[in-house]
Every structure is written in C-alpha cells, then in structure tokens.
C-alpha cells in the first residue's frame, strides 16, 4: 500500500526548533509535489509548505514566513519540514501529501495521498 509517514513531532517550548520528516513507501516523492499542512482543534487544515517536484518552494503563508522551510531529499524519498522559533499558535497535528500534478497548492483538496500525522506541542 502506498504510505506517508510523518515523524519528529512532540513538545518544545516557545522559541524552540522541530524538524519534521516525512518519508514515502511504495512510491518516489520525487514524482510528486510535497505539501505540509496542519490542524489544530476547532480549525481547518491549513497548508504550510509546498515543495516542487525540482526542490524549490514557493511563498510559505504569513502564518509561518520566515520561519519554516520545506526541503527534500529524493535519494532517502524523505521530505522535510524545519520549524525555527515556535509558537503556541503552531500547536497542531502536522500531515504530508502528495499530488501528482506539476503546481504546488496550498488546497488539501488538491492533494490525493495524505500521511497519519504528527503532534506538535508548543507549550511553557
């Protein structure tokens, strides 16, 4: 079955650095484009970060400007998402998708593959 699975989450304090991994079985990622998204209680999925199929990104939403950054690395068929100077708002679960069309989307209702999903905790 083809799979996502994310992995790295877990409780860090404000201010603090998570670096979450996304890798993919049964499929290349590298015939995909990467989407990062997250949920928190009460609210909607929100994408993050989206990461072409050649590794470049484009704009990442205001929410998290600045201070996440999505990268790839095709030979471990692993995607990455770097979280520098956290916040209790980023508290959430966060999930990796794939799409197999050539533009990155911030849309989950472009996105057809969809890992379990990571807890992220930022709380004093």
């Known amino acids: 079955q083809l799979q996502l699975v994310e992995s790295g989450g877990g409780l860090v304090l404000p201010g603090g650095s998570l670096r979450l991994s996304c890798t993919a079985s049964g499929f290349s990622l590298d015939d995909y484009v990467i989407g990062w998204f997250r949920q928190a209680p009460g609210k909607e999925r929100e994408g993050v970060s989206c990461?072409?199929?050649?590794?470049?990104?484009?704009n990442y939403p205001d929410s998290v400007k600045g201070r996440f950054a999505a990268s790839r690395d095709n030979a471990k068929n692993t995607v990455y998402l770097q979280m520098n100077s956290l916040k209790p708002e980023d508290t959430a679960v966060y999930y990796c998708?794939?799409?197999?069309?050539?533009?990155?989307?911030?849309?989950?209702?472009?996105?057809?593959?969809w890992g379990q999903g990571t807890q992220v905790t930022v709380s004093s």
């Open positions: 990461i072409r199929k050649s590794g470049t990104s484009t």
């Open positions: 998708a794939a799409r197999s069309g050539l533009a990155c989307q911030y849309s989950p209702d472009f996105y057809g593959y």
